[in-house]
Structures are given as structure tokens and as C-alpha cells.
């Protein structure tokens, strides 16, 4: 549970900032930011079910770090790390 929070405190902040980036015209993406942002909101959305349903906590923690590599290039790969992490210990939770 705690390393989906960070993983989509992480994305939050990087999607953030490549809205910023874009602000400054910098990048021409900020759909990928919004992307990203909401994929993070997903993340926290599944820590949420991790003591009540593990596998959909899993599944969906998956999903969100499949959304935050898409949504950011190489700006979000922290994240999509403990989003994985999450997703996978929380499928295989005993």
C-alpha cells in the first residue's frame, strides 16, 4: 500500500511538472501530463483496496503504471517502478 502512495505522489509531481513544461513551451504534449496524472490518481484509488480486495488493488495498480509510462517519456520511471512493485506484491499477496 505504501509503495502505491509514493509511486502516484511521484506521478502526480512528474505529471505535474510536464504541465509546467508545457506552460513554458518546452514540450507540445499536455494531454501525456494529464495522462499521467490521472493514471497517479488510479494508483491511490487502488492503495485503497488493498485490505479490502487485493487482487483488483493489483490489477489496478498495473494498469496505472501501464497509463504512466505511456503518459510521460523517461520523466516518470520512479514512479511506474513502485507502481509496478505494488501491483505485482499485491496480486501475489498470501
Excluded: C, W
Aim: proline letters at 1%; aromatic letters at 12%.
Amino acid at each position: 500500500m505504501v509503495m502505491g502512495l509514493i509511486g502516484s505522489v511521484i506521478g502526480i509531481f512528474s505529471g505535474s511538472f510536464l504541465l509546467f513544461l508545457e506552460s513554458l513551451g518546452q514540450v507540445h504534449a499536455p494531454f501525456l501530463g494529464l495522462i499521467a496524472i490521472i493514471a497517479s490518481i488510479l494508483g491511490i484509488i487502488s492503495s485503497y483496496y488493498v485490505k479490502t480486495n487485493e487482487e483488483i488493488a493489483g490489477v489496478g495498480f498495473i494498469i496505472a503504471t501501464m497509463f504512466v509510462i505511456m503518459g510521460s517519456d523517461y520523466i516518470n520511471v520512479i514512479s511506474a517502478i513502485f507502481l509496478l512493485i505494488a501491483g505485482v506484491s499485491s496480486l501475489f499477496r498470501k
